[in-house]
């Protein structure tokens, strides 16, 4: 009888464990650039745990994020909807904490996971709503949010609080740009605790790290590890505590950017090693991305670390490396390890990914396509073309851009002159630039212009353009309404 039950107990634990849904983790790094990892040519800064990622997984070469800046790549991210479509399509600030908040109705990621039994967490930078608004995370499907809900508040890390749901954790001992309490750490204890408390269940845990955006601050113990190895100019930097704007000075912004990159590398080693200690790594699907392309502001030196790996611009920049992030995907037994992929995706291809891989159901038109079967090594459907558009005057002056095949046409509005009008203040107005047009096979750093040479192709794109183009009141874009 006892051998009976024995064996009853090993066939239903089998079927349960063949029955659960993978756990998915997230990470999505802040401004983290093309070639500032190892496995991506990265020389100057370590990153082996996100390094050891890629070897045991996937990685992706032609991956896209969702927007050349943060808050709009995360509302594509989460909502499956590229820059024509989605809801939010720049930074845009409130005179208060917070984000202008993606609607109440909106489907998130989030929101169909919690249909199939998924525990839910955002840990991390927010962005899409102001607390207690209709875009705060925990309206948006998440059981948990801690971090930064403001992207503002996010750029120091030694805050005197973070949220947690609807409540404040206070830091009283933190003093913005120094303190006891480095905000990436308090995120990662969050992180770490919410895989313990949901190791017997699937789940999704959003870690959206405020790592590498500036202001440059990291702890002094990580900091020694790059003190002296170059030549520095200290950044003096124009933080205003009064308006929280503005980004802190270093006296060594090279070694304090590469700690910083560093640091959250560790970080994510931690995660991956309480897989390991729960017994769940075999059940996880891990996914390593950036939010744009590296960043130009606060210290930061991208020419110097190649952040880029050579591609043209940088955040805020429709050119490649502005738009192209690392991609890293591990699923042990799912996805053959130590592979390299050339498919081409968006951050918009997540939620019918995670759709598939779930057998969740998608009740709204999205615009991505689900990558599983490029993850598993199966035949992939590819996108016909990806889009963005982006109505900031301040990265000339507006920009929309598309990819069809090896074709990538940009178009920027530009200013007929770059004077300001004394009168008004205000810069003259904006008049529609004619369409750039590179082949990435052949031209991957767009450094040739080709737009005169194929007719047909640039008006393929401008239809494109015009059919992909949804008019948005908060993000309106001149060369297009």
Known sequence: MKRITFILLMVSTAICSQARMPNIIYILADDLGYGDLGCYGQEKIK??????????????????????????????????????????????????????????????MAKMLKTKGYATACVGKWGLGYPGSEGDPNNQGFDLFFGNNCQRHAHQYYRDYL??????????????????????????????????????????????????????????????????????????????????????????????????????????????????????????????????????????????FDGTAGLRGLKGSHYEGGLRVPFIAKWPGKIPAGTTNEHVSAFWDMLPTFAEITDAEVPVKVDGISMLPSMTGKPQKAHDFLYWEFNAKNYNGGQVTVRMGDWKGIKTQQLSSGKRNKKNKSKTPHVPGKMQLYNLKTDPFEKNNIADRHPEVVAQIEAIIKREHTPSVLFPFETLD
């Open 47 to 108: 990153t082996p745990n996100i390094d050891a990622l890629a070897t045991q997984g996937m990685r992706f070469t032609q991956h896209y994020s969702g927007q050349a800046v943060c808050a709009p790549s995360r509302c594509s991210f989460l909502t499956g909807l590229h820059q024509g479509h989605a809801y939010i399509r720049n930074n845009k600030e409130l005179p208060h904490e917070g984000q202008v908040p993606i609607p109440a109705d909106s489907f998130t």
């Open 163 to 304: 949220w947690r749901n609807q409540g404040k954790v206070m830091y009283p001992d933190n003093r913005d740009i120094e303190g006891p309490n480095y905000s990436a750490d308090e995120m990662r204890k969050e992180a770490l605790a919410f895989m313990e408390q949901n190791k017997d269940q699937a789940f999704f845990l959003y870690y959206a790290s405020p790592i590498p955006h500036v202001s440059l601050q990291v702890p002094d113990e990580t900091l020694k590890e790059y003190e002296g190895l170059w030549p520095e100019t200290p950044f003096k930097g124009a933080y205003k505590p009064a308006t929280g704007k503005g980004y802190t000075g270093h006296k060594t912004p090279r070694a304090a950017y590469a700690a910083m990159v560093s640091h959250m590398d560790r970080n994510i080693g931690m995660l991956m090693n309480k897989l390991d200690e729960l017994g769940i790594a075999d059940q996880t699907l891990i996914i390593f991305t950036s939010d744009n392309g590296a960043t130009y502001a606060g210290g930061a030196d991208p020419k110097f």
